[in-house]
């Protein structure tokens, strides 16, 4: 399987990724954890009465974190296999990963009978 189209799909998304994140506040660190980006401290200034407010707001980050995060893991997952020249293969059974299913989300790394 010819991979290099995929991987630039791949490196392009994991830029937007991580460019997503550290707007929201986080970087990588050496260990590869996502980590809070020193001197970025927003919420340092709360008015008392907006505190209701920003519970909600920091929900809503922590969870759109969550997603990013998650995300990030899954295209490097996908970035793993075409280094170890697994890419197309489903992790769960070995079983081909399908071209139109790549094409539509290059950072699949099960088929689509083995979605988590
Ligand atoms: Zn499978």
Do not use: F
């Not at 969870?63 to 697994?86: F, G, M, S």
């Amino acid at each position: 399987m010819n991979t290099n189209e995929s991987k630039q799909k791949l490196v392009l998304e994991l830029e937007i990724i991580e460019k997503d994140l550290n707007a929201l506040g986080r970087q990588l660190n050496a260990e590869g954890d996502w980590v809070i980006v020193p001197n970025n401290t927003p919420e340092e200034h709360a008015d008392p009465l907006d505190e209701a407010n920003q519970t909600e707001e920091l929900a809503a980050k922590v969870a759109v974190l969550n997603v990013l995060e998650q995300r990030h893991e899954q295209v490097e997952r996908a970035l793993r296999a075409i280094e170890n020249e697994t890419y197309g293969i489903c992790e769960e059974a070995g079983c081909p990963i399908g071209k139109a299913r790549l094409e539509a989300n290059p950072s699949a790394t099960t088929c689509i009978n083995h979605t988590a």
